[in-house]
């Protein structure tokens, strides 16, 4: 941010500002991953009595739909976040949210109306999945353009804190329904609805709260200094090296956190042999720990830089997570399995609260969101949102470890990115205007 755009936020102004680029991002999660959390509730619901991991699978396949979904509404809320500004596009891609979650809250089961039922799940997952494919990164790049030039990397480790946090109200949600509100029984019935009827709620606060941030000053001042905003998906294609960094980043950091998070809870009942009531517990304790990293990490990559913080993920993601896998599969006792689940999520922390930071790095404001949004969702989509059914496969095929090696391996072709990229932290980024001509920020 330069020094006349960064003069423009009171205190007051810009502790708003990432509270409510913050809190809307903490909603989106909520509803994008209650549908994980609950997959095993409400499976049966959806699809033909089948085997359990047949039904995992099956919900598994419709949270991957949702990935698909995510780089289309990476294309059309960076165009509009980049083109009409972040606050706009922040305010409608909660909105999808809320409609998302409300649809499936409300969709009847297959018993009746049979074939519909999965269909409208997947309609609603597509819907949910362009939101928080448009949510990425418009909210990082509008968290980047609020903060302290100097602490950026502890304010936007909070992307990914608010991520988490809103999968600890979904665990929160789920051990309330399960240990205090519903039988068992109720809760594989029809108690699994009432998450998402949260989540719709949830979200048209998050939209008020969104409708009254400031707009991101950084962005104001690029429209004066540049005039008409240029097509960003446009200006996207000059920038084809900051594309493919991205892409390459993303790819071995989305198998771990979405393996060490989002699929960890099944993983423990499905293979380690947990209970869903051990697994709930133990995944809160994942989660809140999980959080804690996230500023420490953040606030670390602003003392020693973006790239020691990710060829550390790197290393320790391509050497230890075959055996840590080996080990949480093998673990017996919530002591020993969340000791080796922890040790994972430390490594995956390296990756998680830096690279929001790092993609806004990479690109000037006339097309960050774009370029931040589009080449993740990609790969996410491709990678992250399949990592979960991949791992399910694998395990049907008989061959589960075969998924562990294939973590590692992505991981380390993103350690190859980490090695040959250059520092961002201290590269501050060139503003590109329509005519092609740069000008200093």
């Known amino acids: 941010m330069s020094g006349a755009s960064n003069a423009l ?5 810009r502790i708003y500002a990432i509270f409510g680029g913050a809190v809307g991002n903490l909603v989106e999660w909520y509803d994008w991953l209650a549908f994980s959390t609950f997959s095993l509730y409400f499976a049966h619901a959806f699809f033909p009595e089948s085997s359990p991991t047949a039904q995992l699978m099956n919900a598994a396949a419709v949270f991957a739909v949702g990935y698909i979904m995510r780089p289309l509404g990476a294309v059309l809320f960076g165009w509009y976040a980049d083109k009409r500004g972040r606050r706009a596009a922040l305010s409608l891609s909660v909105l999808l949210m809320c409609g998302g979650a409300l649809l499936v809250a409300i969709t009847p089961g297959y018993e009746t109306i049979g074939i519909a039922a999965p269909i409208i799940l997947v309609i609603a997952r597509m819907i949910q999945g362009l939101s928080v494919g448009g949510e990425y990164g418009t909210s990082a790049a509008y968290l980047m353009e609020v903060s302290p030039p100097d602490r950026r990397g502890f304010f936007v480790s909070f992307h990914y804190l608010t991520l988490l946090g809103g999968q600890l109200i979904a665990i929160l949600v789920l051990l309330l329904l399960q240990h205090v509100l519903l039988t068992s029984e109720q809760l594989h019935d029809w108690g699994w609805r009432i998450p998402f009827v949260l989540g719709g709620a949830f979200a048209a606060v998050a939209m008020i709260i969104r409708r009254g941030i400031i707009e ?34 993303t790819l071995g950091g989305t198998l771990a ?26 995944s809160l304790i994942m989660i809140v720990s999980f959080m804690v990293m996230q500023p420490i990490v953040g606030a ?21 997570s075959v055996p ?29 609260a830096t690279n929001a930071l790092v993609k806004a790095e990479l690109f000037p404001v006339e097309v960050r969101a774009a370029g931040i949004g589009i080449p993740y969702s990609i790969v ?6 399949s990592a979960e059914y991949v791992g399910l496969r694998f395990k049907a095929a008989g061959w589960e470890q075969g998924f562990y090696y294939y973590i590692s391996a ?12 250059k520092e961002t932290r201290s590269v501050p ?3 590109i205007a329509p005519s092609a001509v740069t000008v200093q920020s």
């Open 257 to 282: 956190v979405n393996t060490y998070s989002v699929y960890m809870p099944k993983f423990l009942v499905n293979t380690a042999g947990y209970s869903k009531e051990d697994s709930t517990i133990m």
């Open 216 to 249: 991101s000053p950084e962005f104001e001042e690029s429209v004066k200094t540049s005039g008409k905003p240029a097509n960003p998906l446009r200006l996207l294609l000059t920038h084809p090296r900051e594309v493919a960094l991205v892409a390459g980043m």
């Open 324 to 352: 840590l896998l080996n080990a949480i599969a093998a673990s017996r006792g919530i002591g020993e399995g969340l000791m080796f689940v922890l040790a994972g999520l430390v490594i995956s922390s390296f990756y998680s």
């Open 380 to 385: 996410v989509a491709i990678f992250g949102g």
């Open 429 to 431: 980024p060139k503003m």
């Open 300 to 320: 670390s990559s602003d003392k020693i830089g973006r790239k020691p913080i990710l060829i550390t993920f790197g290393v320790l993601g391509s050497l230890f």
């Open 9 to 13: 936020l009171s205190l007051r102004k």
């Open 410 to 421: 992505c991981m380390f072709i993103s350690l190859l990115v980490y090695l040959f990229m």
